[in-house]
């Protein structure tokens, strides 16, 4: 077992030596990334069920890796918050959308995504103000989405951070419904006005009996406490109509549209609404 242990470890040492290195090849990008300006946002609008009009759009991270091709945020955020350049990031991000959505030809909603780590920066609403001010974005245009991890903590900061945004006008959605711990709780504790259910439940609901109920308790119960519902990765007709059917007020994925460049959702936007 010794030897077969040794034999494991000389096996695996080069493979993980080169992990290691990639990881900080990635980091040492990620560092320049910003002033490089390879980082960039998509924007996917977010539908009315009951109308078919965007009435919101997500902005949605980019980072086209100098040689390398794009990079998933799934994969760079986690280590840009571990590198603690998330603050830095993050107001890149709040900045560069809320400047966009103030240009749009309809006053939509801006979804901007928030990583757990921000709220612990001192000074945090400050800077949502400010870049709200700076963009002439009137607060009750942006709606901050944030994960229940993040509320995990549920340290006090946290908290005071999100009643003074909400207190402020600022919308706030609860991202990744039904993903993460104690939501019931968060939504007893924070001010949501939206609840995002997450996209795994939303590809199951014509295979899984069990998933669908999920998803019509999770209409029912938002409607009881006075929130919207957003159903996430709705990808075909059969999910936007059964959808519909049950009540959820909103509905994102490819079956509404992509991200699209700020450019491409200028264009839609200007269309003439259908109705
Ligand atoms: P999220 O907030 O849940 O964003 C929705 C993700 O689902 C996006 O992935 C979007 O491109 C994808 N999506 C939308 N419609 C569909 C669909 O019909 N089918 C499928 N399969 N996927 C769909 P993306 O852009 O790769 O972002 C992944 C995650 O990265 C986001 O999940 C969010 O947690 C995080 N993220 C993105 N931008 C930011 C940001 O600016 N700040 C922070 N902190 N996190 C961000
Ligand atoms: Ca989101
Ligand atoms: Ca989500
Ligand atoms: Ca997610």
Redesign the pocket.
Do not use: C, F, H, R
């Given at each position: 077992a010794k030897n077969a242990g040794r034999r494991t470890h000389r096996f695996f040492a080069p493979a993980m030596e080169a992990a290691v290195q990639s990881r900080r090849s990635l980091k040492q990008d990620l560092r320049n990334a910003v002033d490089a300006g390879e980082f960039s946002?998509?924007y996917?609008p977010i539908i009315a069920l009951e109308t078919n009009e965007p009435v919101a759009v997500?902005?949605?991270?980019r980072w086209w890796r100098a040689g390398r091709g794009e990079i998933?945020?799934?994969v760079f955020?986690p280590i840009v918050e571990e590198m603690g350049l998330?603050g830095t990031l993050?107001e890149w991000?709040l900045r560069e959308a809320c400047a966009t959505a103030a240009g749009w030809p309809r006053a939509i909603t801006l979804g901007?995504?928030?990583?757990p780590l921000?709220f612990r920066k001192h000074g945090f609403v400050l800077d949502v103000v400010n870049a709200l001010r700076h963009a002439g974005l009137p607060a009750n245009r942006l709606d901050l989405?944030v994960?229940e991890s993040a509320l995990l903590a549920r340290d006090v900061a946290t908290r005071v951070a999100l009643h003074e945004l909400h207190d402020l006008g600022i919308r706030l959605s609860l991202?990744?419904f039904g993903t993460g711990y104690s939501s019931l709780q968060s939504l007893r504790s924070f001010p949501f006005d939206k609840i995002?259910i997450d996209?795994s439940f939303v590809r199951d609901i014509s295979m899984d009996a069990d998933s669908a109920a999920i998803i019509r308790a999770v209409i029912r119960l938002a409607r009881d406490l006075g929130m919207k519902t957003a159903a996430?990765?709705?990808?075909t007709r059969a999910q936007r109509d059964w959808l519909a059917r049950q009540g959820c007020t909103e509905g994102?994925?490819?079956?509404f549209s992509?991200?699209i460049s700020a450019a491409e959702l200028h264009t839609l936007l200007a269309q003439p609404r259908r109705a």
């Open positions: 946002l998509v996917q997500e902005a949605l991270l998933p945020p799934s955020i998330i993050g991000v901007v995504n928030l990583s921000q989405e994960t991202d990744d995002k996209m996430e990765g709705v990808e994102q994925g490819y079956w992509k991200p």
